[in-house]
């Protein structure tokens, strides 16, 4: 069997999708990464071990920044995100608004002379099955250009299916709407010039494969999932000694990701008062902040040792708590070693939501950006390093996460939806 995999050209995307590769490539199968190149982004790729093979001209991460066609930032910095989380928010303006800007990214996503290249390649190389990571629309564009099963597969929540079921809802309840879903306009003319028709299933696949904790899915979702294992993910790299070794005092690890600095250009939050809420608490913190984000600090406090990157798996697992900006592949790392989480939630995608169902859930707890300071970092902090219900329910995910099915399990349901064509 043949299988393309087509992925958001940076690190975490990359890095989410590799092991439902390798689990193929271990059964037998050829597995290929498809599509643009990222100039800035090209190991990671390397590092899976797994084929890839580029189309169109190189991503323009700059250029990605803004998500949208039009050049400006609203559909990421404005006032419509899709990362709200407060229901008090979702008016029809607000849906309508979010939903038509993503679909407008995921158009600008998916250029023409890109679509005709990855359609000519897989009409000549013949795939069995398509996966495909949720920002990237031209997967499902060429799987029904050359009439093969695909499936998407989540790196954090599924927000795309969220304002889905939204916008889904929002046109039930105004009959007398007879405009056109422009999702369902747009991919109907796109796999009309490959001489294919729309269906469903063009928006999240013939099933969706989660590897993330169950209380991250949505209620109300058209999508059919296959729950997995996480599987924890760093870039190559000796390791540091230290990083098994006991601490002496409770330790707590300190990470704002990649995708910001990525995507953004910037971090959403401030290095300073984050160091400065956990720098009197007697705590090892190990922080992965670079030198730019150093920059704002005036003094790192003792307590804290900075490193640009260290491997996150391996060191959670000395952990006794973790402070991130909520990205799925962070809470996953932290949910496999059963660490309680504080998350400062960014607004890219689903953080705050994740943070929210943490909060529900009794893993984690949650500090709005704009009530980031020293103390809301210090006394949540306190709170999941003193009160034991944090830890438990953080074991509790843990296990549920370890008995679910992994990618290997996985891997003859994949067969037999390739054999459905």
């Not at 031209?138 to 029904?144: F, G, L, S, Y």
């Not at 009959?175 to 796999?191: G, I, K, L, Q, Y």
């Not at 260290?310 to 900006?325: K, N, R």
Request: proline share 7%; with cysteine.
């Amino acid at each position: 069997m043949r299988v393309m995999v087509m992925v958001f050209p940076t690190r975490t995307h990359v890095y989410s999708m590799a092991p439902v590769g390798w689990a193929l490539a271990a059964a037998g199968h050829e597995v290929r990464f498809v599509g643009q190149r990222n100039p800035r982004e090209v190991l990671p790729f390397a590092e899976t071990g797994l084929d890839a093979m580029w189309f169109g001209e190189d991503l323009d991460i700059a250029q990605h920044r803004r998500l949208s066609a039009g050049g400006d930032d609203e559909t990421l910095h404005g006032k419509h995100q899709l990362s709200e989380s407060r229901p008090e928010r979702y008016t029809e303006e607000y849906v309508r608004t979010v939903y038509e800007g993503w679909v407008d990214v995921f158009r600008w996503n998916s250029p023409e002379p890109l679509l005709n290249e990855l359609v000519r390649f897989a009409r000549q190389w013949q795939p069995d099955l398509v996966l495909w990571d949720p920002l990237v629309y031209t997967a499902p564009i060429v799987a029904q250009a050359v009439g093969v099963p695909h499936l998407r597969m989540m790196y954090a929540a599924d927000q795309t299916a969220r304002i889905g079921a939204q916008y889904r809802d929002l046109r039930a309840s105004r009959p007398e709407d007879t405009s056109p879903d422009p999702f369902v306009e747009w991919m109907s003319a796109e796999v009309g010039r490959y001489g294919a028709e729309y269906d469903d299933n063009l928006r999240y696949g013939v099933k969706t494969i989660d590897s993330h904790p169950s209380y991250l899915r949505y209620d109300g979702v058209d999508v059919d999932y296959l729950p997995a294992r996480f599987v924890p993910l760093n870039k190559p790299m000796a390791l540091p000694r230290w990083v098994v070794e006991p601490p002496s005092r409770p330790r707590v690890m300190l990470t704002l990701g990649i995708s910001n600095r990525q995507t953004l250009g910037e971090e959403e939050t401030s290095v300073s008062a984050l160091l400065d809420g956990l720098s009197d608490l007697d705590v090892e913190v190990i922080a992965t902040l670079n030198a730019e984000q150093l920059a704002s600090v005036d003094k790192v406090p003792d307590n804290v040792r900075a490193v640009d990157f260290v491997p996150m798996y391996e060191l959670l697992a000395s952990c006794s708590a973790i402070v991130h900006q909520g990205g799925g592949a962070t809470i996953g790392n932290a949910v496999v070693n059963g660490v309680p989480q504080l998350v400062i939630p960014g607004t890219t995608w689903s953080e705050r939501i994740s943070a929210l169902a943490q909060e529900k859930r009794g893993n984690g707890l949650m500090v709005d950006l704009e009530d980031v300071t020293p103390d809301t970092i210090r006394s949540g902090l306190q709170r999941l390093l003193e009160e034991p219900s944090f830890r438990d329910s953080a074991l509790e995910v843990r296990d549920e996460m370890l008995a679910t099915p992994t990618l290997d399990d996985l891997v003859p349901e994949l067969e037999r939806i390739a054999r459905c064509r």
